[in-house]
């Protein structure tokens, strides 16, 4: 079982910055690919951007040399920066783990592939 607990959502004018954080429980956090989806009211659940065991990043074309995820093993934590926000970033944020062990590139961006989620960070950002 793994617990992950998301923090660091907020207000923030366009064009500001945040970063989220995800923390996770256990001890094999190290083993799992990491990825970050949101959901805006009223739209389906969308990627953002996702982190492989080996560090190798995933990213949505819409926030792409916008956002960062990045991962500290020995913190058993993802981060994702988040730089130049739009007003269509605002969502709901989850972090979620991906517990196979070779998960397929093109399974980084797909939300059932993920066995655990948070239960979501509120990002909003005004005009």
């Known amino acids: 079982q793994v617990q992950l607990v998301e923090s660091g959502g907020g207000l923030v004018q366009a064009g500001g910055s945040l970063r989220l954080s995800c923390a996770a429980s256990g001890r094999t956090f190290s083993r799992y690919a990491m990825g970050w989806f949101r959901q805006a009211p009223g739209k389906e659940r969308e990627f953002v951007a996702a982190?492989?065991?080996?560090?190798?990043?995933y990213y949505a074309d819409s926030v792409k040399g916008r956002f960062t995820i990045s991962r500290d093993n020995a913190k058993n934590t993802v981060y994702l920066q988040m730089n130049s926000l739009k007003p269509e970033d605002t969502a709901m944020y989850y972090c979620a783990a991906q517990t196979i062990l070779f998960p397929a590139a093109q399974d980084m961006g797909v939300a059932r592939k993920y066995d655990y989620w948070g239960q979501g960070t509120q990002v909003t950002v005004s005009s």
């Open positions: 982190a492989s065991r080996s560090s190798s990043q």
